[in-house]
Nanobody, 129 residues
Framework: QLQLVESGGGLVQPGGSLRLSCAAS????????IGWFRQAPGKEREGVSY????????NYKDSVKGRFTISRDNAKNTVYLQMNSLKPEDTAVYYCAAVHRVRKIAEKDTMSPQSYDYWGQGTQVTVSS
């Protein structure tokens, strides 16, 4: 059974860092592009970052560029989101999602939740002093 499990969330002060992990089981991660999304209370789910199946292409939401870095270790079947210089507005539940590379989603669609087929349960990130 294909499963994605996020971890690494928590409470951090403004300016701090966290590294989120998205571990895949039941499938070979090499064949899937991965997106990170977040959803704050009362808001819609939004795309944060994207990485292609081989890692050659990435994309970021404008507000996290220069602060967040997405990477993947296909040997470990895991994708990471390194988050630095965190701000209170980054507070949300963070989700990772997967789509098979055969789908070849366009760059403009990499931040759209509708482009992805498989989702994790999410991990809470709270940025507060």
């Amino acid at each position: 059974q294909l499963q994605l499990v996020e971890s690494g969330g928590g409470l951090v002060q403004p300016g701090g860092s966290l590294r989120l992990s998205c571990a895949a089981s039941g499938f070979i991660l090499d064949y899937y592009a991965i997106g990170w999304f977040r959803q704050a209370p009362g808001k819609e789910r939004e795309g944060v970052s994207y990485i292609s199946s081989r890692g050659g292409s990435t994309n970021y939401k404008d507000s996290v560029k220069g602060r967040f870095t997405i990477s993947r270790d296909n040997a470990k079947n895991t994708v990471y989101l390194q988050m630095n210089s965190l701000k209170p507005e980054d507070t949300a539940v963070y989700y990772c999602a997967a789509v098979h590379r055969v789908r070849k989603i366009a760059e403009k669609d990499t931040m759209s939740p509708q482009s992805y087929d498989y989702w994790g349960q999410g991990t809470q990130v709270t940025v507060s002093s």
